[in-house]
């Protein structure tokens, strides 16, 4: 008989990615045999995302369509995970009852008891992680949950008040990754910045750059720092690391007073200000990646353009934007969202227009000099990797006219670029 073949679909973001390999590690421990193509599965596990209207509606699809594959008699089990089944079990259990089990993003254990039929002691140790990134970077989750309450973010609602991992199991995963032979590691949580905050004694983040940076890993990259919560320790904690990427992902989400006091962010836009010219001023050539919300409750033309002319000023190096959009059981979903989806649009386009600008003059003054890059495709005759400025997914690429082996660090010398991408030769 051979082992059921088994899929996990992983919608939203990073830390639900780790949710998904913690699970595959236990899976594959137990027999499964993993595919990628649903449609060969007798097992499909859908790990959902809850963040944002778009978010929610595909995971709805996602699990619809193998919903089908379940009614077509070409799928024995369905089980839905993650976010938004933490939040909605019973109402999805009364829209899609081709589902087996909701199981919250927690319940890794649970799943493979049901699936396998095996009992997991509470104090089991979790499963160690099958990758489903290339296998020379990983993401480091270090935290979950998050204490901020901003007046947007449903988060707190899905995953609880910020905990954080002790340094020594942080430190133990990494180096078993390290040991696989990861090369990148991305550091993740919903606030980095406020790591070790809730921990007995407290530590902070600096600590644990520290004790990463003994690692024999070439790159750590920090995501999701909270401005509020950059403090000067933590600066320099990176600037004194060898192996921390000079790329800081540090959403500010608005830059208008007003609207930050209602977003509840903890800082205004002098603040922000300062803490990026500290940022750079003590790592000069930092690239910082930010996110922003346009269309928040509230938010006239007179705060947009607040917003508009403070990305001009600021001049980040990669940036995205999301429109508002109004999350139940938020501080925010109290205000009247009176802000047109045409208007939120529209401001959006403005806002990205302006950036590609930005972008493409950064990645101009690029041009002629040499990048160290790490090779995340190989291709016949091209090859597609990043520099130290960029993380994977959601930033600028490299084109390489020469087939490098993945995984590999080369030296890149830069002939040309447009917005997003460079390109070049080995130098
Ligand atoms: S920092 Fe704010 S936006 Fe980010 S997860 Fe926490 S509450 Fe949500």
């Not at 595959?24 to 944002?52: H, M, R, W, Y």
């Not at 939040?87 to 009364?94: F, N, Y």
């Not at 999701?224 to 992902?249: F, N, T, W």
């Not at 540090?250 to 800082?267: E, F, N, T, V």
């Amino acid at each position: 008989m051979p082992d059921p073949k088994l899929t996990i679909i992983s919608l939203g973001c990073a830390k639900a990615l780790v949710d998904s390999e913690i699970l595959l590690g236990g899976l594959i421990k137990s027999q499964f045999q993993i595919t990628q193509e649903p449609e060969e599965a007798d097992t499909i596990v859908v790990n959902t995302c809850g963040f944002l209207e778009m978010a929610r509606e595909e995971s709805i699809e996602t699990i619809l369509a193998a919903a089908e594959l379940k009614k077509s008699g070409n799928l024995n089990q369905l089980v839905v995970m993650g976010c938004l089944s933490e939040r909605h079990p019973e109402e999805l259990a009364a829209e899609i009852p081709e589902v087996d089990r909701f199981f919250g993003s927690n319940n890794h254990k649970q799943i493979v008891s049901f699936l396998t039929g095996k009992d997991f002691a509470q104090d089991d140790p979790l499963f160690f992680r099958s990758l489903m990134t290339p296998n020379h970077y990983a993401y480091l989750k270090i935290a979950e949950g998050c204490d901020n309450g901003c007046s947007f973010c449903s988060i707190p609602i899905m995953r609880g008040l910020q905990k954080s991992r002790s340094i020594e199991s942080i430190m133990w995963e990494a180096e078993k990754l390290v040991d696989q032979g990861i090369r990148e590691l991305l550091v993740i949580a919903q606030d980095s910045t406020s790591y070790g905050w809730d921990l007995k004694p407290k530590v902070y983040l600096d600590k644990l750059i520290k004790e990463l940076g003994n690692l024999n890993v070439d790159w750590i990259r920090l995501h999701y720092a909270h401005p509020a919560h950059l403090s000067q320790r933590i600066i320099e904690g990176m600037a004194a690391s060898e192996k921390v990427c000079h790329y800081l992902d540090m959403p500010i989400q608005h830059a208008s007073d007003s609207i930050l006091k209602s977003m509840r962010r903890g800082l205004g836009k002098e603040g922000i200000r300062n803490r990026i010219k500290k940022l750079r001023d003590t790592i000069p050539n930092i690239r910082l990646r930010t996110t922003l919300i346009v269309g928040y409750p509230g938010e006239t033309e007179f705060e947009f353009q607040e917003l508009y002319d403070f990305v001009k000023e600021i001049r980040f190096d990669r940036l995205g934007v999301f429109t508002y959009s109004e999350e139940e059981g938020t501080i925010a979903a109290d205000l009247k969202d009176n802000v047109l989806a045409e208007v939120k649009n529209e401001r959006k386009a403005r806002i990205m227009d302006l950036q590609a600008g930005i972008s493409a003059e950064k990645n101009m003054a690029m041009v002629g000099k040499t990048y160290k890059v790490l090779v995340d495709k190989k291709g016949n005759t091209v090859s597609v990797g990043r520099t130290e400025f960029d993380s994977p997914e959601i930033d600028n690429i490299v084109h390489i006219k020469s087939p490098v082996e993945k995984g590999e660090f080369i030296d890149v010398k830069i002939e040309s670029s447009n917005e997003f991408e460079l390109i070049g030769t080995p130098a």
